[in-house]
């Protein structure tokens, strides 16, 4: 029986002479052969793919949240993680080397060859020094940053780098019922006397609850008339007792740039603090 696998796709060629066409078959050009069986395959393909990446993501959205906490709200994380995918995928490219190329550079084989084991959990310490190396480096300029405003008189206190506690009434759960009221946190940014810098205030009251709106949240919000549609945005909720507790505290209480009117306080429909309580004990219970 003959190979089934072994048939050359057929191309068929116009060649125009005048008023006539002629057609013709060529049997002969490999490349167009590989190239539709890949498209015929790209699908599943890409499916496969897409599971690999699902068995990394959690390094990736990790990752991304920790610079996106030293950096602030303007961190696009989304963004940050399609760049990463990315990267992997070019990257991957070296696994299957053109031959051509290498033929001209000796040694060029050893470069591209899969490690070992071992060779991989090495690089895969080293990347988690740069990683460590790289959110330190971030603090420091947190750090700077806090320094530069307090110098010039901000009232805002020196919090960012300390450890954050979470603990006590403001981190009991049950405290949240259909009868408490949310604000956004760029609207508290501001009210605080802060909206210059965005995610300032996840910064200098990092012991602050913030409850991040999912997809779901942010259609209701948006539905409400709460916020703008922010697309793949961040969008967080803090409980407005909690910043109105700050606005009268002695770092707060005598600052000209309170705007305590930008609040806009609302209500949030029982699945959403259910959704909130759940964020609080999980955040409650992270080991920092």
Same mark, same amino acid.
């Given at each position: 029986?003959? %190979? ?22 060529? $049997? ?5 052969? #590989? ?6 395959? +790209?699908?599943?393909?890409?499916e496969d793919i897409l599971e690999v990446f699902r068995k990394y993501m959690k390094f990736f959205e990790k990752a991304a949240s920790n610079v996106k906490e ?5 961190? &696009?994380?989304? &963004?940050?993680?399609?760049? /990463?995918?990315?990267?992997?995928? *070019?990257? @991957?490219? +070296? ?14 084989? @050893? &470069? ?19 990683? %460590? ?6 603090? +420091? ?6 320094? *530069? ?27 949240? %019922? ?32 913030? $409850?991040? /709106?999912?997809? &779901?949240?942010?259609?209701?919000? @948006?539905?409400? +008339? ?8 961040? @969008?967080?909720?803090l409980i407005e007792e909690d910043v109105q507790d700050l606005a009268t505290s002695e770092d707060y209480k005598d600052c000209p740039d309170l705007r305590m009117? *930008? ?16 964020? #609080? *004990? ?7």
């Amino acid at each position: 029986a003959s %190979n089934p696998w072994n048939i050359m796709i057929k191309h068929r060629q116009v060649h125009r002479r005048g008023r006539r066409s002629q057609m013709t078959v060529s $049997y002969t050009d490999p490349v167009i052969s #590989m190239d539709l069986l890949r498209t015929v395959l +790209q699908p599943s393909f890409n499916e496969d793919i897409l599971e690999v990446f699902r068995k990394y993501m959690k390094f990736f959205e990790k990752a991304a949240s920790n610079v996106k906490e030293n950096v602030g709200e303007e961190v &696009q994380t989304d &963004q940050l993680i399609r760049e /990463a995918c990315r990267n992997c995928l *070019e990257h @991957a490219k +070296q696994l299957f080397p053109d031959g051509e190329k290498t033929a001209s550079k000796p040694g060029m084989d @050893a &470069q591209v060859k899969v490690r070992n084991s071992s060779e991989q959990q090495e690089h895969s310490l080293v990347l988690i020094n740069l990683l %460590n190396k790289c959110n330190h480096n971030l603090l +420091q300029r947190a750090r700077h940053v806090d320094d *530069e405003s307090s110098q010039r008189g901000s009232p805002v206190p020196k919090k960012a780098l300390e450890t954050v506690k979470r603990d006590g009434p403001k981190w009991d759960p049950s405290r949240l %019922n259909e009868k408490s009221t949310f604000v956004l946190g760029s609207r508290a940014n501001k009210a605080l006397g802060m909206g210059g810098t965005r995610g300032r205030i996840y910064i200098k009251h990092a012991d602050l609850f913030k $409850y991040a /709106a999912d997809a &779901q949240d942010k259609h209701w919000l @948006a539905e409400k +008339q709460h916020m703008k549609a922010t697309g793949g945005k961040m @969008a967080y909720l803090l409980i407005e007792e909690d910043v109105q507790d700050l606005a009268t505290s002695e770092d707060y209480k005598d600052c000209p740039d309170l705007r305590m009117d *930008e609040l806009k306080p609302f209500m949030v429909p029982i699945w959403m603090i259910e959704k909130m309580q759940k964020a #609080m *004990e999980a955040q409650r219970s992270e080991k920092d």
